[in-house]
């Protein structure tokens, strides 16, 4: 049912009292939703600490919603990001009553007086109309990959068959289903999304991009060390050759479409690098050649993962080129053989290398490195549409206004 007239100007007079108490509501709203171990479970814990970055991602995700709730056209693209994370934790129709209790309430504990009856009634009846549009989205991606060709519901288990250093701080897991069935050919750039296994404590629920081209047979991970990630940390020390771990099936609205429309640069920072791994072997597979240029930042030779599969790649087909900066090079780093250029990588580099003006740019990275790039980009004359990005994390801010 469409929402009443009196509900949308409700919720529009609430704009003023979210933009200055958003991320109280939303961070009170975790610590009664977190009251609960089973639904605490299925969220990132580590994305509620630093920086409060899923209190900010909600808070702002509330609001635009509040701002928008008369044209929610303009939200879809968040719609369509918030159900694939949503799908890749698993989340279900049953879930939803327990984020409502815990949002009203919030709101109630938060605004005080200002939270009338009829403000909650408004802000209830907005909750569930937009729950619903989640739960109808959510409904038909569950259903396309469970039928799709080597599709699955819930978690499946997986084998870990090979482990592979990339660099100092980067491993890659070669995974593969434990029943020898056949898996979703991935579209380049999703993620996976894991049920670890931590002794003491409910399992952790991590998103990790697949850094392999599609297959049929099985998928790979690359996962840097974090120094405070549980799950990164779990990796490394326990996932060895014969590990068993569980996965929901391949989600994210970050890809590379199956038939590039403009030549494309594969733009990273870090360990961003893995979903564009991803799309640089799918380009390099494909039966049509498209332009494609990978341009990487990392420090130096420690830190910088898959290099010599990298320029394999970009021998092996006409069209394809690879750039790789190193920011601190180390004594033993030669320029124009473990990398192309010190320093970072800049707008000015990107125009004078790539064909800047013609291209779809497709980035990851860390914070920093995206918010440089997505709004310096946007400033530099690229039509936005041609600006992809992933976060690894929340996304909490507006990068094309940076």
């Avoid at 995700?61 to 990001?81: F, K, S």
């Avoid at 099985?218 to 060390?225: D, H, L, N, P, Q």
């Avoid at 996965?247 to 590039?260: C, K, T």
Wanted: proline share 7%.
């Amino acid at each position: 049912m469409p929402l009443t007239q009196q509900t949308i100007a409700i919720v529009k007079a609430t704009v003023p009292a979210l933009a200055e108490h958003g991320t109280v509501v939303t961070r009170t709203m975790y610590q009664i939703l977190f009251r609960d171990p089973e639904v605490a479970a299925l969220f990132n814990q580590s994305h509620q600490g630093e920086e409060g970055a899923q209190t900010k991602a909600l808070a702002n995700a509330i609001l635009a919603y509040a701002r928008n709730i008369d044209n929610l056209g303009t939200l879809t693209p968040m719609v369509e990001r918030i159900a694939q994370k949503h799908v890749g934790l698993q989340i279900l129709p049953e879930h939803y009553p327990h984020v409502a209790a815990a949002l009203l309430g919030a709101i109630r504990e938060v605004l005080g007086t200002a939270a009338t009856e009829e403000v909650l009634d408004a802000w209830g009846e907005a909750y569930w109309h937009l729950a619903h549009i989640l739960m109808g989205r959510e409904g038909r991606i569950y259903d396309a990959l469970a039928n799709e060709s080597g599709g699955w519901s819930g978690w499946r288990d997986f084998v870990v068959t090979r482990r592979v250093r990339e660099s100092g701080t980067i491993t890659s897991f070669h995974l593969s289903p434990s029943d020898g069935g056949p898996v979703i050919r991935h579209r380049p750039g999703q993620y996976l999304t894991f049920l670890l296994p931590l002794p003491g404590r409910a399992p952790l629920r991590r998103n990790y991009s697949i850094s392999a081209g599609p297959d049929t047979l099985g998928y790979r991970i690359s996962v840097k060390r974090e120094p405070r990630g549980a799950g990164s940390n779990w990796l490394h020390d326990h996932a060895q050759e014969g590990t068993v771990l569980k996965a929901s099936p391949p989600a994210g609205d970050f890809f590379l479409p199956e038939q590039p429309e403009r030549p494309v640069v594969l733009l990273s920072g870090g360990v961003g690098l893995t979903p564009m791994v991803s799309m640089l072997e799918a380009i390099a597979a494909a039966p049509t050649a498209v332009e494609a240029h990978y341009v990487h930042g990392t420090m130096n030779s420690d830190t910088h993962a898959m290099g010599r599969h990298i320029r394999e790649l970009s021998a092996s087909r006409a069209g394809i080129t690879a750039s790789t900066f190193y920011s601190d090079p180390l004594p033993g780093d030669r320029l124009g053989v473990s990398h192309d250029a010190a320093g970072f990588i800049t707008i000015d580099w990107l125009r004078t290398n790539t064909p800047f003006q013609d291209a779809d740019f497709y980035l990851c990275g860390p914070k920093p490195f995206l918010k440089a790039f997505v709004g310096g980009l946007d400033r530099a004359g690229v039509p936005r549409p041609r600006v992809h990005y992933e976060f690894f994390g929340p996304a909490e801010e507006d990068l094309e206004a940076a």
